[in-house]
């Protein structure tokens, strides 16, 4: 690398991980596109726009001649992915000259701050180190970096770290959310794509690239292990291939063995995070036949170091262990109470004793992590690109052999906009979504031209299926006999949560589909004045983009209520209904209303609607407690 790309030290003018010292988001872009300026084994791209309008970055790390014929790469991958055309024989000469796809995500939750300055130090090493390990990394991996998932919470977390720093709030709690919308909880917005940045990393993750692997790179609390690998604990999801789990052990195993070859204590497996839930991003990899891993390295105080009371190996301390709120609560400047959980075993062979955390802990542990990782990803290179391709072609067996066999959205919907809105999100996280050119029978059932069915044998088969069906947790109990408490959310079947009318197909059945490269809002119905005299327009209020049509009317100042049968009259004001007419028509297309022009008012009461005044209440604390907004 030239000058224009020193190295990460004498960049930021700190070591990364320095007490006390951050890098901000805009720094570590302009690093990484100096980076990819100097040297031929890096690209930066920037895939689009945070929901605050800072650039979000993905930095790809290969060899020179892989970076060259990028596109190739990426269209091999989608035949892995999409494996109808692609026989055994072929497959294993495209594996053989092939490289595996490897994605890294960092910092979605802001505060979990250290992979965002990790990365720079990785970097400048894949990118300048000639040696044979890193030669044989860019040789057969296609690494792909997202720096940070959350730009807009590295900003935030940065400067209110730093507005606070050396004075009696250095500890202090962020008093906001570090999404603008979602909070802590962005990395929970997975397969409902809500967010700027779910779309982008969802997009580059199901639609370009299809990685066989999958890291998410995040941080936990300071008081026991400082760094969890998979495998996961149970339960595990009954819709994930058993070679995920399998796979997942093997490169956890592999992280693990990094970090205690470098003497790193305080490893821990199978433990704390389950293999049950839909929602993650990480997670969401596992029903796409991929590999998904985590890591959850201990925290510091963001930048701050964490003191811990010493313990003894295999003594672990006396009295009471202190609640989650006596922990929180806690003078910051005083030592943590010593670890609790000190006995070695196969899961956790080199317990944490305790003593001081930096960041710069924080960024070894992560960065020998990582490093395990791509050469794990090397050394099984061909191993996973085939499990990948064998798996997709498993699931498309599977749905074509056992039912259900599809799931059918009828026509006919309560909220077609909702419906619409529902095979989007099929579509945009790569599952495959047909449309009936004709009626058909299934289970006995006639279905009209227009319904769409989610056929089964498909390579994302269990994704579908897992979002599609009813769940059932399993009931897991300590060796006391209480129940266990789930880690996470343990349901989550899309139809019943957006009130969308689908349907299991359990029987093979027969009919002429076509499948669609896209999701279009179906219009909706707009009837005009049969007459001369238009006293007003009644706007049904069985779809919710109908609240849209309400404030937009709202905000231009016409008159709107809400008429006893509970749709919405708009009431025309004079010489004006022509005009009216035409926007609402314009709505009823572009959101899937329907509309219908009156010649007389209804004759039941009307509560007139106003504008919404809406206040959020934004406390010091808990601002977690505010959800999404």
């Known amino acids: 690398m030239t000058a224009a790309a020193a190295p990460p030290e004498q960049f930021a003018g700190f070591r990364m991980g320095t007490e006390k010292k951050l890098l901000r988001w805009e720094k570590i872009v302009e690093y990484m596109h100096r980076a990819a300026a100097a040297s031929p084994r890096v690209r930066t791209e920037e895939l689009g726009k945070t929901t605050n309008g800072n650039p979000f970055i993905v930095v790809t790390i290969s060899s020179p001649e892989t970076l060259a014929d990028l596109d190739h790469y990426r269209q091999l991958q989608r035949r ?7 026989p055994e024989s072929e497959a294993e000469e495209l594996i053989a000259r092939h490289k595996a796809v490897l994605l890294i995500t960092c910092n979605i939750h802001s505060t979990e701050i250290g992979s965002s300055q990790m990365v720079l130090e990785l970097v400048d090493r894949l990118a300048t180190e000639d040696s044979p390990f890193v030669r044989h ?18 900003i935030i977390v940065t400067d209110w770290y730093n507005k606070n720093l050396g004075t009696p709030w250095e500890h202090s709690f962020l008093p906001e959310l570090y999404h603008k919308y979602t909070g802590h909880d962005n990395n929970r917005d997975a397969f409902m794509n809500t967010k700027a940045e779910s779309r982008m990393v969802n ?42 789990w399998q796979i997942n052990g093997m490169l956890g195993y592999a992280m693990g063995a990094a970090l205690h070859e470098k003497g790193y204590t305080g490893v821990i497996t199978d433990a704390m995070y389950t293999s049950w839930w839909q929602g993650g991003f990480l997670m969401q990899a596992w029903w796409h036949n991929m590999v998904g891993l985590l890591t ?21 301390p006396s009295g009471p262990e202190l609640t989650f709120e006596q922990m929180r609560n806690r003078d910051p400047r005083k030592p943590l109470p010593p670890p609790r959980d000190v006995m070695p075993r196969n899961t956790y062979p080199r317990p944490w004793l305790g003593g001081r955390w930096t960041l710069r802990d924080i960024v070894d542990y992560e960065l020998a992590a990582t490093y395990g990782l791509l050469e794990a990803v090397a050394n099984n290179r061909s191993l996973l690109i085939r499990n990948f391709y064998h798996l997709n072609r498993k699931q498309m067996d599977l749905g074509a052999l056992e039912a259900p066999y599809a799931y059918v959205v009828p026509r006919q919907q309560h909220d077609p ?8 999100l099929l579509d945009e996280l790569g599952v495959e979504v047909h449309r009936a050119a004709e009626s058909f029978q299934a289970d006995g059932k006639t279905y009209p031209a227009g319904s769409h069915v989610i056929l089964m044998s498909q390579p994302f088969r269990a ?15 300590t060796a006391g006999g209480a129940v266990e408490r789930p880690y996470d959310v343990t349901g989550w079947t899309l139809p019943y949560q957006m009130g ?25 119905r707009f009837e005009p004045a049969t007459g001369k005299t238009v006293a007003g327009f009644e706007i049904s209020n069985n779809a919710n983009n109908a609240a849209i049509a309400v404030n937009r009317l709202l905000k231009a100042g016409q008159e709107v209520s809400w008429a006893g049968n509970r749709n919405i009259l708009v009431r025309a004001k004079p010489g004006a209904a022509t005009g009216l007419a035409g926007q609402l028509e314009d ?7 329907d509309v219908k022009a009156l010649a007389a008012p209804p004759s039941e009461p009307l509560r007139k609607l106003r504008p919404a005044r809406i206040a959020i209440y934004k406390p010091w604390l808990p601002n977690m407690d505010e959800g999404w907004t």
């Open 463 to 477: 994704f579908a299926k897992d979002l599609l069906e009813k769940q059932t947790y399993p009931e897991r109990r």
């Open 203 to 244: 997009r580059l993750t199901y639609k370009d690239w299809f990685p066989v692997v999958y890291l998410d790179e995040h941080q936990m609390g300071s008081n026991g292990a400082r760094i969890f690998v998979p495998p996961f604990k149970d339960p595990i999801n009954p819709n994930v291939d058993p070679m995920i």
């Open 80 to 86: 892995l992915a999409y494996p109808r055309n692609l």
């Open 587 to 593: 709505w009823s297309r572009q959101l899937g209303i």
């Open 417 to 424: 906009p909702v419906a619409a809105r529902l095979l989007e």
């Open 500 to 524: 969308v009318d689908m349907v299991e197909v359990t029987k093979r059945f027969d009919a002429k589909l076509e499948l669609l490269k896209s999701i279009p809002i179906p219009p909706g």
């Open 137 to 154: 990394i860019l040789d057969n991996v296609i690494f792909l970096l997202a720096p940070s998932f959350n730009p807009d919470g590295q």
């Open 296 to 316: 959850e390295v201990a925290s510091a105080r963001v930048a701050s170091p964490v003191e811990q009371e010493m313990a003894k190996l295999g003594q672990p």
